[in-house]
């Protein structure tokens, strides 16, 4: 269990007593070499020169930065079910504000996260060396301490895109930051004003951030703040789960599996058999806990600059098609997903192309590679 006093890290700017995020000037040294630190941690992580030279990014004929308009769809919802992400209810205020989202480590030194508790919705995708990583989106919710935030990938802007939302990442390669100006996504990097510096943990795994402070940056950007589409379509008759489905193992790859486990009321994860935690900035904790899982199962490739210059990454195809799974109230169903582009939505369908219909709450969606196994029992 932890024990350590993180609010005591956390001292408030004047003039944003609801900010807890600017480490004293005494850390400031500390951050500078922790940033270089992360970045070349990053990069050092990455596949093999010979991966490298058989490179493909996903739909991208051209990283050179455009301005990209998204169209929206008028949906009409069922009786009960908001206007939010997740299809849960949110404070009169929050229904028509942007999404924040936030880029989570997930290496064993960055555990137990923070922040993962209070999310509206949550993707997990693939990175370098069989790892994974988070992204953590706040709709209706906010969290002032949130980490340890890493790096963005390839695979990142298609999900991104849609929503309209602010992406906090501690950074990326250039090649990936021009992907992400040509999908149109609202980036904010490591900067200083988002994020802060923790001093228990060594880097690249100590660099946090508030949504708050995001709401804010995005703001003096002028960047539009207006409502996300649903990740899914929601309803008070979900589509019939046809399998029981109490214990989800997914094998992402080499490292432990992931485990999901139903309590009667939610999923629980665990890392094989060790419950995978989240702590506060009041060193409270429990475990990682989700309504639903959402696996959308689509083609792995690695991604590297058209240069050639610095390192190739892994991503998973996020257009087209391919088989889903849903995983709900202790079961499960097979479906479909599909979208043309990556502005689009990712659509969950059923054999006869019909929206399949998940119940509201916290969704932790999988965007993982066909080729690996997900079991159930």
């Known amino acids: 269990m932890w024990s350590v006093g993180f609010a005591g890290f956390l001292p408030t700017l004047p003039g944003a007593m609801n900010h807890p995020f600017r480490i004293p000037v005494l850390l400031a040294a500390m951050a500078l070499l922790a940033s270089a630190c992360s970045s070349g941690a990053d990069a050092a992580t990455t596949t093999t020169a010979a991966a490298a030279s058989s490179t493909t990014s996903e739909a991208a004929t051209s990283t050179t930065a455009t301005t990209t308009t998204t169209s929206t769809t008028t949906t009409t919802l069922a009786p009960g079910i ?39 919705a949550a993707y997990e995708v693939l990175v370098e060396g069989g790892l994974t990583r988070f992204i953590a989106m706040f709709h209706q919710s906010d969290s002032e301490f949130v980490g340890p935030n890493r790096s963005g990938r390839p695979t990142d ?46 880097a690249p795994h100590n660099l946090y951030t508030s949504t708050p402070a995001i709401r804010d940056y995005a703001d003096n950007q002028d960047w ?38 139903w309590d009667g009321e939610q999923y629980l994860r665990f890392n094989k058999t060790t419950p995978h935690e989240w702590v506060d900035a009041d060193s409270q904790s ?23 210059a610095g ?14 799974l849903v995983f709900y109230s202790g079961g499960v169903f097979e479906a479909t997903w599909q979208r043309d582009t990556v502005q689009d939505m990712i659509r969950v369908v059923d054999d006869a192309g019909n929206d399949v219909i998940l119940p509201p709450g916290r969704v932790w969606v999988n965007i993982f590679p066909e080729s690996r196994a997900v079991t159930w029992e």
């Open 82 to 120: 908001e206007p939010t992400i997740n299809g849960l209810p949110a404070e009169e205020d929050a229904y028509e504000r942007r999404v924040i989202s936030v880029k989570i480590d997930n290496h064993p030194s960055a555990r137990p996260q923070s922040g993962l508790q209070e999310a509206d």
């Open 157 to 202: 802007s298609g999900l991104m895109a849609p929503l309209n939302g602010a992406f906090q990442i501690s950074g990326a390669q250039s090649w990936v930051k021009d992907i992400f100006r040509r999908d149109g996504v609202h980036v904010v990097y490591d900067n200083g004003i988002t994020t802060f510096r923790m001093p228990h943990r060594k």
């Open 224 to 261: 539009l703040d207006e409502a996300p589409r649903a990740l899914f379509v929601y309803g008070n008759e979900p589509t019939p789960t046809t399998e029981t489905a109490e214990i989800i193992t997914f094998d992402w790859s080499n490292h432990p599996k992931v485990v999901w486990e």
């Open 286 to 308: 429990g475990q990682v806990a989700f309504d639903m899982l959402v696996v959308i199962k689509g083609k792995r490739y690695t991604a590297s600059s058209p240069t050639g």
């Open 311 to 324: 390192s190739a990454v892994p991503g998973i195809k996020t257009t087209g098609s391919g088989d889903a």
